[in-house]
T-cell receptor, first 111, second 111 residues
């Protein structure tokens, strides 16, 4: 049973525009959410996180939004750069050490 | 932070053989995690390895197929036994050290 879902397997965005990656979850006990970025031949690396007590967290060009009532989070990248081209995974945790991952969205930023 | 060294980075194996993947962390951690990422699917937790005790396996994964060793707080191995083409996947070790960190992964192809 997929508790974390990323329904868009791929996304293409023009350089300089906004990239919006979406993630839905089903478990209302999740209270900590993360986004990871993965380049080919590398392991996922942490990008940004948000706890359930907040609805927005911003770090430079990256902003994560959390809508708890809709069980939805999104990652905004603005402006998008070619180096942002990678696979992005969202993950969720219920305060334990286990994280549940989505299937990933492959972002391509077109120069 | 935590730096994880995982090897081999890739291997091509014959059906029926076994492969042992090694994971070394630069700091002592209580739990180490082993994930699998099959093409087009999310990161799936195989098992959690605690030092000094048997690993805890997730539903669908068994010790006979994926034996794990955890001899100390910085090292673990995962063996993929009696391989079949269905085991072709990326295998990742991971630790939680504040946030979750991943090794670069082992890309396994079974012929």
């Amino acid at each position: 049973d997929q508790q974390v879902k990323q329904n868009s397997p791929s996304l293409s965005v023009q350089e300089g525009r906004i990239s919006i990656l979406n993630c839905d979850y089903t478990n209302s006990m999740f209270d900590y959410f993360l986004w990871y970025k993965k380049y080919p031949a590398e392991g996922p690396t942490f990008l940004i996180s948000i706890s359930s007590i907040k609805d927005k967290n911003e770090d430079g060009r990256f902003t994560v939004f959390l809508n708890k009532s809709a069980k939805h989070l999104s990652l905004h990248i603005v402006p998008s750069q070619p180096g942002d081209s990678a696979v992005y995974f969202c993950a969720a945790s219920d305060s334990g050490n286990q994280f549940y991952f989505g299937t990933g969205t492959s972002l391509t930023v077109i120069p | 932070s935590a730096v994880i060294s995982q090897k081999p980075s890739r291997d091509i194996c014959q059906r029926g053989t076994s492969l042992t993947i090694q994971c070394q962390v630069d700091s002592q951690v209580t739990m180490m995690f082993w994930y699998r990422q099959q093409p087009g699917q999310s990161l799936t937790l195989i098992a959690t390895a605690n030092q000094g005790s048997e690993a805890t396996y997730e539903s669908g994964f068994v010790i006979d197929k994926f034996p794990i060793s955890r001899p100390n707080l910085t090292f673990s191995t995962l063996t993929v036994s009696n391989m079949s083409p269905e085991d072709s996947s990326i295998y990742l070790c991971s630790v939680v050290h504040g946030i979750q960190y991943f090794g670069a992964g082992t890309r396994l192809s079974v012929l």
